[in-house]
């Protein structure tokens, strides 16, 4: 097998350059509570056949000198397997609130980065048996869906522990010096550009003759189109709240635990998705957050990823959204936050 270069998309660019702002960091965290204990040698065997499976786990960011375009992931020299796979013991009392405090800490810290961007630790001894597992990845390595389809790959459907099927070495092959990044970020800038004129060059005939047989109905596309386009790249110059007004290094996690099955027979009741009743708690819970401190609020500025996946990596768009806070029913709440975070339903 041959671990290559690849060159990162413009959106996980974006996230990669505007961490020049830590304040601006894009990691993405999650806890896993186990009722036992995974072996760990089987769960680190698991880890290291994932990290050949995907590639993006064995590769570091690289930029092009003067930062022209996008970063590319080339192979990670020196990789080392138990740099990134942890396993710790489980702080007194050994409960929640221990493992929280841990993850809140690790979210904190910034990777490494000249090594892959993840880091995912076992926290063992637990109360009542049970152990944690803590999963950090930087955002342009992955998003959450994606971490979903990475988790097939580490997670087994029973306790049964079936054979791993061993992979064969990575051969690392790809750009390492700086001339190489150079010369290869050129050379593909010219060719998407290329492209791009290309495609623009095949539709200009088609839209000229379709805007001279139907001009009312161009001119509402075009309009249409632009707004739309307008709504996209608005920058977001505050957050429309009175009390969030600043952004800090600082986190602190709590949990609120709420059945599967409630959720379930709330989207059925209000016809939704799990997304609409998540977003519809998140802004209902901003909405009282902001009347206990005296505030009101109506709308808060949110920006919601749009799911652009062919594969298990990190694929999507940002798009802004003025999400309606004010309401306090469920029916209208949902209605509200549908319209939020489907785009296709805005008017």
């Known amino acids: 097998m041959v671990l290559a270069a690849e060159r990162m998309r413009h959106t996980d660019a974006f996230l990669w350059y505007m961490e020049d702002d830590p304040l601006l960091r894009s990691t993405i965290l999650a806890i896993t509570l186990l009722e036992g204990t995974p072996d760990w040698e089987y769960l680190r065997a698991r880890m290291d056949r994932a990290s050949r499976a995907l590639p993006m786990f064995r590769q570091r960011v690289q930029p092009p000198p003067l930062r022209l375009g996008p970063p590319w992931r080339t192979p990670a020299p020196d990789f080392d397997l138990d740099y990134h796979l942890r396993r710790i013991r489980a702080p007194q009392p050994a409960d929640w609130r221990g493992v929280l405090d841990f993850a809140q800490t690790s979210l904190m810290a910034a990777f490494d980065r000249d090594r892959p961007l993840w880091e995912f630790t076992l926290i063992e001894g637990l109360d009542g048996g049970r152990s944690a597992f803590v999963t950090k990845l930087h955002h342009c390595l992955a998003d959450g869906i994606a971490r979903v389809q990475i988790a097939a790959l580490v997670v087994d459907a029973d306790a049964s522990m079936p054979a791993i099927e061993p992979l064969g070495p990575l051969l690392p092959v790809g750009l390492r010096k700086a001339g190489d990044l150079l010369a290869a970020s050129v050379a593909d800038n010219a060719e998407q550009a290329a492209r791009l004129a290309a495609r623009a060059a095949r539709g200009a005939v088609p839209a000229t003759l379709h805007a001279l047989r139907h001009p009312r109905t161009a001119a509402i596309d075009a309009w249409a189109t632009g707004t739309s386009v307008a709504r996209m790249v608005q920058p977001g110059t505050d957050t429309l709240s009175p009390i969030l007004t600043a952004r800090s290094m600082g986190r602190?996690?709590?949990?609120?635990?709420?059945?599967?099955?409630?959720?379930?027979?709330?989207?059925?009741?209000?016809?939704?998705?799990?997304?609409?009743?998540?977003?519809?708690?998140?802004?209902?819970?901003?909405?009282?957050?902001?009347?206990?401190?005296?505030?009101?609020?109506?709308?808060?500025?949110?920006?919601?990823?749009?799911?652009?996946?062919?594969?298990?990596?990190?694929?999507?768009?940002?798009?802004?959204?003025?999400?309606?806070?004010?309401?306090?029913?469920?029916?209208?709440?949902?209605?509200a936050s549908t319209r939020c975070s489907r785009p296709e339903l805005r008017s």
């Open 252 to 335: 602190r996690f709590e949990t609120v635990a709420v059945p599967m099955t409630d959720v379930r027979r709330a989207t059925a009741e209000l016809d939704c998705t799990v997304n609409d009743v998540f977003l519809a708690a998140l802004t209902g819970g901003l909405r009282r957050y902001h009347e206990r401190h005296g505030a009101t609020v109506t709308d808060l500025r949110m920006g919601l990823p749009l799911n652009t996946r062919a594969s298990a990596t990190s694929a999507w768009t940002r798009t802004p959204r003025r999400c309606p806070t004010a309401t306090s029913s469920p029916s209208a709440s949902r209605k």
